[in-house]
């Protein structure tokens, strides 16, 4: 019983056993084959996207998703009036995430390439664009910028998957991608 010292109390001593050995070797060469395929997944799966890492200023931050929504707002969605910002293509959009919001909407078109800023104002918060399955963290003080070119036109929904406190999960965002 584990109460009681252990007989033998240089037990690290003892020969490794081969089923031991075994399980070590397997486990070891799991480890390998998973760090491998994050290497191999990049390039050949489709949600991980090559981003880019600054520094920022939440509050600069704000400011520049502010004024971009100031110059592209389109319409406003739901009770909240939620700005719908449609960019010009070829831009820098700004989405941005607080406590517990994705701020503004964006709606973008299908075919034309964006960069894509992603940062918090507060906490650390998870972009989890749905059904794609693409996901970033998000983190105050840094901000993420992914080039891309929506393939799909539709409704996307865009989920916090880092818990962020009691309000996480209405934490609820969108991107609309619209053909043109
Ligand atoms: Cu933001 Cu969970």
Same mark, same amino acid.
């Given at each position: 019983?584990?109460?009681?010292?252990?007989?033998?109390?240089?037990?690290?001593?003892?020969?490794?056993?081969?089923?031991?050995?075994?399980?070590?070797?397997?486990?070891?060469?799991?480890?390998?084959?998973?760090?491998?395929?994050?290497?191999?997944?990049?390039?050949?799966?489709?949600?991980?996207?090559?981003?880019?890492?600054?520094?920022?200023?939440?509050?600069?931050?704000?400011?520049?998703?502010?004024?971009?929504?100031?110059?592209?707002?389109?319409?406003?969605?739901?009770?909240?009036?939620?700005?719908?910002?449609?960019?010009?293509?070829?831009?820098?959009?700004?989405?941005?995430?607080?406590?517990?919001?994705?701020?503004?909407?964006?709606? /973008?078109?299908?075919?034309?390439?964006?960069?894509?800023?992603?940062?918090? /104002?507060?906490?650390?918060?998870?972009?989890?664009?749905?059904?794609?399955?693409?996901?970033?963290?998000?983190?105050?003080?840094?901000?993420?910028?992914?080039?891309?070119?929506?393939?799909?036109?539709?409704?996307?929904?865009?989920?916090?998957?880092?818990?962020?406190?009691?309000?996480?999960?209405?934490?609820?965002?969108?991107?609309?991608?619209?053909?043109?």
């Amino acid at each position: 019983m584990a109460i009681f010292p252990p007989e033998n109390r240089v037990w690290w001593n003892e020969p490794l056993h081969r089923p031991e050995i075994i399980w070590i070797t397997v486990a070891f060469l799991w480890g390998l084959v998973m760090f491998f395929t994050m290497i191999y997944w990049h390039f050949s799966g489709q949600q991980n996207l090559s981003n880019e890492a600054y520094r920022i200023f939440p509050e600069v931050y704000a400011e520049r998703t502010e004024a971009m929504a100031e110059k592209y707002t389109v319409r406003t969605e739901t009770n909240l009036d939620i700005p719908v910002v449609h960019p010009k293509p070829g831009t820098d959009v700004y989405m941005l995430a607080r406590l517990w919001e994705w701020w503004p909407i964006l709606e /973008l078109e299908k075919g034309q390439e964006y960069r894509l800023h992603l940062s918090s /104002l507060d906490w650390q918060h998870g972009f989890s664009l749905q059904p794609t399955n693409i996901n970033v963290q998000v983190h105050p003080g840094y901000e993420m910028v992914m080039t891309i070119t929506p393939t799909q036109a539709g409704e996307f929904g865009v989920v916090c998957n880092e818990f962020c406190g009691i309000g996480h999960h209405t934490m609820v965002g969108k991107i609309i991608v619209v053909d043109k």
